[in-house]
C-alpha cells in the first residue's frame, strides 16, 4: 500500500521560509513509472500548478519560472523523503502544496503525470 504524507506547511510572512516534507511509504518498482518527484499548488480559483520536479536517477532537478531562485526540491532516498525549501516567500505563493511520485512513463511532470499523491499542506504567506 503507497501512502505519501505531507507536512511542514503554515503561516509565515512575506520574506520568511518554510520546509515541506514529503515522507513516502509502500513505493515499488513500477516498469511502467519513473523514480521522480513532484510538487504542486493550487491556490483558490487557480489551476494546479506543476513547482518543481526530481529525477533521481541523474539528480535532475526542474522549477517552475515563478519560484526559480527561491524554491529547492531535494531527496534523500535513504529516509524516502523529498523536500522542498521555500525561502523569499511572497503572498502569491499561498497554496495548498502537493507532493507526487512515480511519473508514469512517457508522461509529463508539469501536467501531474503521477501514479501517487499526498493529501497536501496549506501554506500561507501574509503581507
Known amino acids: 500500500q503507497v501512502q505519501l504524507v505531507e507536512s511542514g506547511g503554515g503561516s509565515v510572512q512575506a520574506g520568511g521560509s518554510l520546509r515541506l516534507s514529503c515522507a513516502t511509504f509502500?513505493?515499488?518498482?513500477?516498469?511502467?513509472?519513473?523514480?521522480?518527484m513532484g510538487w504542486f499548488r493550487q491556490a483558490p480559483g487557480k489551476e494546479r500548478e506543476g513547482v518543481a520536479s526530481?529525477?533521481?536517477?541523474?539528480?535532475?532537478?526542474y522549477y517552475a519560472e515563478s519560484v526559480k531562485g527561491r524554491f529547492t526540491i531535494s531527496q534523500d532516498s535513504a529516509k524516502n523523503t523529498a523536500y522542498l525549501q521555500m525561502n523569499s516567500l511572497k503572498p502569491e505563493d499561498t497554496a495548498t502544496y502537493s507532493c507526487?511520485?512515480?511519473?508514469?512513463?512517457?508522461?509529463?511532470?508539469?501536467?501531474?503525470?503521477?501514479?501517487?499523491w499526498g493529501q497536501g499542506t496549506q501554506v500561507t504567506v501574509s503581507s
Open positions: 526530481f529525477y533521481t536517477g541523474l539528480s535532475n532537478t
Open positions: 509502500g513505493v515499488t518498482y513500477d516498469i511502467n513509472a519513473i523514480n521522480c
Open positions: 507526487a511520485s512515480s511519473l508514469i512513463v512517457g508522461g509529463n511532470w508539469r501536467k501531474g503525470d503521477f501514479r501517487y
